[in-house]
């Protein structure tokens, strides 16, 4: 990749640095000795302001990473025989290099979607073999917030989900590692789209929007993590000074700049749409939800493109591309973007 130092791509919100309000909360509780693992008073604060905003009866565990999050939630609320319905493009089947199945144990039972969604008819295919010992046992129904296609799920298409599981004895997992980015898009509370809307796990993401590195595995019914601490240690997701995973996501919550940093990668997304969607031969994919733009743009340039702002293909079979938007990118980086890919176009034509 000869793309130009320290120009900002579109590639992931992860190739992104760390928001300065968060590497300050991480200098700022490098000082003296805390107990470990936990036990201190920075990563108590931050559990707190997570309780303020999921709900005061949930059970909080930081982990950190994305994959580790989701797969040591699954763990807790599935047994071997248990399957996992998801998306065909959920990042738990696609880009986890099969850690769910290895560490749970459990099939992963996969539902083709136009848009990246589950839905209740989508999902029926896969609810047949109750209680028959030959086949594996549907247990839990795992949901993108925002999805991998960049589309997002209304609180009530989620209730629908999730009574649907609930009515049948499972559970939802959601995986949240851009939760903020569909809060903002939706203008309604993490709340109202979690454990208000039924949802029983959750992975919550920071790395994302802001943050150097640490997800959350949420429990709304604490039942459910009786066993977690041992789960999370056993899945080397213990972190012996985890004060500064909690400055991070205290930091992240206060002043609410999880939705500061959310709001301005969803607006930038919408730039590039603008800018982007009246090129010849550019043609957008995907709704714009959130901090995601989907295009097919001419194969012959892609190469080009990228090494001036590197971004990956999605599909190249179609030459399908997907450019993420993140917290710090600019309007700059927006029109010095599309500018390259218009020449590209036309010097192609």
């Not at 999050?69 to 996992?84: E, I, R």
């Not at 109202?192 to 429990?219: I, P, R």
Request: glycine share 8%; net charge neutral.
């Amino acid at each position: 990749m000869n793309q130009t130092k320290n120009r900002r791509g579109f590639a992931s919100d992860n190739n992104a640095g760390v928001h300065p309000a968060i590497m300050k909360a991480m200098a700022s509780v490098n000082h003296g000795h805390v107990i470990a693992y936990g036990d201190d008073p920075y990563t108590l604060k931050a559990v707190g302001r997570m309780k303020a905003l999921f709900g005061k009866d949930v059970a909080v565990y930081f982990v950190f990473i994305g994959t580790a999050a989701n797969v040591l939630g699954l763990s807790a609320v599935t047994q071997p025989y248990h399957a996992v319905v998801c998306a065909d493009t959920a990042h738990i089947h696609v880009d986890e290099c099969g850690a769910p199945e290895k560490f749970t144990g459990c099939k992963l039972l996969t539902v083709e979607t136009p848009d990246g969604k589950l839905n209740v008819d989508l999902i029926k295919k896969h609810m047949h073999g109750f209680g028959f010992e030959h086949h594996v046992q549907p247990k839990v129904i795992s949901i993108t917030q925002s999805t991998e296609l960049g589309t997002i799920y209304t609180p009530e298409e989620i209730r629908q989900i999730t009574s649907f599981a609930h009515r049948r004895g499972m559970m939802v997992h959601m995986d949240g590692a851009r939760l903020s980015n569909a809060a903002v898009a939706l203008d309604c509370t993490f709340h109202e789209m979690t454990g208000g809307a039924g949802v029983d796990v959750l992975s919550f993401g920071g790395t994302k929007n802001g943050m150097m590195y640490g997800e959350a595995v949420v429990f709304f019914d604490t039942k459910l993590c009786g066993d977690f601490k041992y789960r999370r240690k056993q899945g080397m997701q213990l972190a012996s000074k985890m004060r500064f995973i909690a400055a991070q996501f205290d930091a992240f919550l206060e002043n609410d700049l999880w939705k500061t940093n959310a709001a301005h990668a969803n607006m930038m997304a919408q730039k590039l749409h603008e800018a982007v969607r009246d090129i010849p031969k550019v043609t957008v994919t995907r709704k714009v939800e959130a901090n995601a733009v989907f295009a097919r743009i001419p194969k012959e340039v892609i190469g080009r493109l990228q090494e001036a702002y590197f971004f990956y293909v999605w599909d190249e079979d179609t030459s399908e591309v997907r450019w993420m938007c993140s917290f710090d990118t600019t309007e700059e980086d927006i029109s010095g973007f599309a500018s390259k890919l218009r020449s590209l176009v036309r010097q192609d034509s």
